[in-house]
Every structure is written in structure tokens, then in C-alpha cells.
């Protein structure tokens, strides 16, 4: 028996219009260092053109390809950002992104494309850096102490975390640190100290010690509200996420009488989303940390037709087709690398009628798409959303049927 983890709870240029008036060039000081906005030379109605032509390519052998969904100001989108620190001779205290394709710091004080505030407390955390002087992390070396900030924004809640990643979990002045934050930052909700004492590229570690606040933040999407960690998987892009997710549902016509799964479910969001509109819904997450995550937001939401099961979702899947079960739609969101052929093979043997794919890499999506129409499945519709202007990433859902 399947175990429960917790109890139920281009062929043509875009349509769109007034997608700002042109912002070629947009006068980004960075341009030339940072290499992370590719697209910035191009008006923002080239953009999209450029990414529906890219999605349309790729999936229009299959179906039906619909109109990119853009935005209508597409700056400072980025609810999540991530500044790494160093020190530079002659600068000293410096924080930013890597050159692409180096380690070598960008010193950025403003990004066109990241929330303007978040931004603003990046700053002011450095000149408390240098004020309190603490030591920053040097990679050729070990040593040092303070490593990366990340900072995340509740859009509708207004709510900020501050995550302070250092290789150590002693922060010498801790108290009087946050303390002079919270001063400059009366809007911070949290802050976090994140200890990543590893000889790794990877931002976070695994410990967290809360220093001030709940230790997450809270935001709404399409009427729902999550709790988002330091570590949980939540869209940057918050205006263009709660587009993306109502395309994944309306896609699905729902009627009430369904059985959903949410393949790949993160905290939740999609799963508890489409359970105003299906009879139940199975979210399925190998990660345990964001397992726990959706079960808090499926009660502070009240949703009570949704279950939440740790487990690979591919095996969850072939498991319950073994035991005769069923599921009338399937909405899988895998990451770049798109779904392999187990998970494939999984979700054709469990046979849902509808299959709702949500990709942030059309390429690897295209892919998977073949897989499924060899096996029963015809895609009826795709549509890209831009959830990444200036930059060459673009999102898509298609919904496949079977035949």
C-alpha cells in the first residue's frame, strides 16, 4: 500500500500590447561585466518574438502554439535575490553576481531587473560589513566568514527574509548586527543565518539559525497563501507566475469530479491552487523539507482535498497503476532538465486523460513531449510566458490528451 506522509489537507509576432516602448539598450552599468541579460540590446517586443519563435520551433509539430504571454513593465521582477560577497584591493568590501563563466565579482549596488529594495538592503548590508568588519569569504583560500546574502520579497504580503550565509554559525555582533539592519530595514519580517562551511559552489548549507522573526516569509498567490523558506522552491517572478499557474488549471478544464496529481509539488502551490476546482489532488515531493512546507500550507489555507506523499514521483505513479488506481489529469513542473524516461514511462502506465506540462526549458520539454505523443498522447495547445525579460529563459505549459 501506498504510505501517506501526513493526513489529507512564432510563426507571427506577439499579440500583446503596450509592452513598453521599446527599452532597447535599457542602460544597465553592468552590461558589458555581468553577461546575465543577454536579451538587453533588443526592444522588449523583440524579446518576445524571439522566445515565442524559439517555443513555436520546438512544439508546433505537435500542436497548437498560442501567443507568448509577456509583461507589461518588465523591470525589477525578481522577488528573489542573490548577492555573493568578496573583497576586492581597492575597493574592499564588494557585492554582486560572477562574471559569467568566472568567479570573479561583479560589484553591483543596483540591478535593473531585481526588486529595488531588496537591492537597497544588499547595499546597506555591505557598508555593515565593512562598519562591523567582519571578514568576507575567500573561495582560493577557506577563509573568512561572510559568504552570500539572499533576500526574498512576499509581493502581496510585503514581507521580507534576510538570509545571511556565512561559513561559520558564530556572527561576531550578531545582536547588534540585526539590530542595526532592522534599523536601516524596519520592513525586514526575518532574518535567517544560514552556515555553508563547505569548499562548495552551492549557496546555501543545511543548518539555519533563526536570528530574528519567524524564519520565513508569507505571499498569495491566486488566493492562496504560502509560507516560503530560505531554501523553498517559490517563482521569482510573481506577476507572471500567477498567469502561468491559471494557464496550467484553465488548460485542464476541471469540473469538480477529478482526481489530480501534482507531480514534482514543491510546497504545494499548483496542487492546492487546483483543488478549488477538482474533487481531490495528490501532490507528490522527494524533498521532505518542502513536503512538511505544503502540509502547513494546505492547513493555514483550509484545503482539505489535497494529500501530500514523500516519495519519487515516477514510482508513486507506476505504484498506484499496479493497484488499479486512477488519475484524470496529471501537472508536472520538472526542473531544466525536463522529466527522464522512468518518470515518462511512469506517468503513460498511470494513463490520466489530461497531462498539464509546465516547463522552464522548452528544449527539454520538446523532448518530452515526443516520448508522450509515441505513447497515446496528442498535445491539443502550448503557450509560452515570459517570466524572464532580458534574459533567453522562457516558460511554457502544453497540455497533452490522450487519445
Given at each position: 500500500m501506498l504510505q501517506k506522509n501526513t493526513t489529507k489537507q512564432a510563426g507571427q509576432k506577439p499579440a500583446q500590447k503596450n509592452h513598453t516602448k521599446g527599452h532597447a539598450n535599457f542602460g544597465c552599468p553592468y552590461a558589458k561585466k555581468c553577461g546575465g541579460c543577454r536579451y538587453q540590446n533588443m526592444s522588449y517586443q523583440e524579446q518576445l518574438f524571439s522566445k515565442e519563435k524559439q517555443v513555436r520551433a520546438l512544439l508546433s509539430g505537435f500542436g497548437s502554439v498560442k501567443p507568448i504571454v509577456g509583461m507589461e513593465e518588465p523591470f525589477h521582477y525578481r522577488h528573489k535575490v542573490h548577492a555573493v560577497?568578496?573583497?576586492q584591493k581597492g575597493k574592499g568590501v564588494v557585492s554582486g553576481v560572477y562574471r559569467e563563466g568566472t568567479h570573479d565579482i561583479v560589484d553591483v549596488e543596483h540591478c535593473l531587473i531585481e526588486q529595488e529594495n531588496a537591492?537597497?538592503?544588499?547595499?546597506?548590508?555591505?557598508?555593515?560589513?565593512r562598519s562591523f568588519k567582519i571578514k568576507t569569504y575567500n573561495e582560493d583560500t577557506g577563509y573568512g566568514l561572510f559568504r552570500h546574502v539572499l533576500i526574498r520579497c512576499g509581493y502581496a504580503t510585503g514581507q521580507y527574509m534576510v538570509v545571511l550565509v556565512l561559513a561559520s554559525p558564530i556572527l561576531p555582533s550578531k545582536n547588534n548586527f540585526v539590530k542595526a539592519l532592522l534599523k536601516k530595514h524596519p520592513e525586514i519580517t526575518t532574518v535567517v543565518l544560514n552556515v555553508n562551511d563547505k569548499r562548495t559552489s552551492m549557496v546555501l548549507g543545511e543548518r539555519e539559525i533563526v536570528l530574528y522573526g519567524p524564519g520565513y516569509i508569507e505571499d498569495e498567490i491566486l488566493g492562496k497563501t504560502f509560507r516560503i523558506s530560505a531554501s523553498s522552491f517559490y517563482q521569482v517572478n510573481p506577476v507572471q507566475t500567477q498567469k502561468l499557474y491559471k494557464e496550467a488549471i484553465d488548460v485542464c478544464n476541471l469540473t469538480g469530479t477529478e482526481t489530480v496529481i501534482d507531480a514534482y509539488c514543491g510546497t504545494g502551490t499548483i496542487g492546492m491552487i487546483a483543488a478549488d476546482y477538482a474533487k481531490e489532488v495528490i501532490g507528490v515531493e522527494l524533498n521532505q523539507k518542502a513536503v512538511k512546507d505544503a502540509i502547513v500550507n494546505a492547513r493555514k489555507n483550509r484545503v482539505k482535498n489535497i494529500t501530500f506523499y514523500e516519495a519519487d514521483a515516477g514510482k508513486f505513479m507506476v505504484q498506484m497503476a499496479e493497484q488499479g488506481a486512477k488519475a484524470d489529469v496529471v501537472i508536472m513542473d520538472p526542473p531544466r532538465s525536463g522529466s527522464d524516461e522512468?518518470?515518462?514511462?511512469?506517468?503513460?502506465?498511470?494513463?490520466?486523460?489530461?497531462?498539464?506540462?509546465?516547463?522552464?526549458?522548452?528544449v527539454t520539454q520538446a523532448r518530452d513531449i515526443k516520448y508522450l505523443v509515441k505513447h497515446g498522447y496528442v498535445m491539443k495547445q502550448a503557450r509560452a510566458f515570459d517570466?524572464?525579460?532580458?534574459?533567453?529563459?522562457?516558460?511554457?505549459?502544453?497540455?497533452?490528451?490522450?487519445?
Open positions: 560577497f568578496g573583497y537591492d537597497s538592503i544588499i547595499r546597506d548590508i555591505k557598508e555593515l560589513v522512468a518518470f515518462l514511462s511512469s506517468v503513460c502506465k498511470l494513463a490520466p486523460a489530461k497531462i498539464a506540462y509546465i516547463s522552464c526549458n522548452p517570466l524572464f525579460p532580458f534574459t533567453e529563459h522562457v516558460e511554457s505549459v502544453a497540455l497533452l490528451v490522450k487519445k
